[in-house]
């Protein structure tokens, strides 16, 4: 019992690899909006908040 129990999960995490290799849509949209300086997400068109300076 033990042994089909361990067979099975390794069975699912296989299964959950071959999904995390897919490619859905719309990935390349979010890639590009990333900031590629600091990786952050971009909303709207304005500059990323870190090429912008504070003024203080």
């Known amino acids: ?4 129990a361990v ?3 390794l069975l699912f995490m296989g299964v ?3 999904f995390g290799k897919w490619k859905f849509p719309g990935q390349k949209r979010l890639e590009k909006a990333r900031c590629p300086r600091c990786e952050r997400l971009r909303i709207g068109k304005g ?3 870190c090429k912008t300076v504070k003024k203080g």
């Open 1 to 4: 019992m033990l042994i089909k």
């Open 7 to 9: 067979l099975f999960f």
């Open 16 to 18: 959950m690899s071959m």
């Open 47 to 49: 500059p990323c908040p």
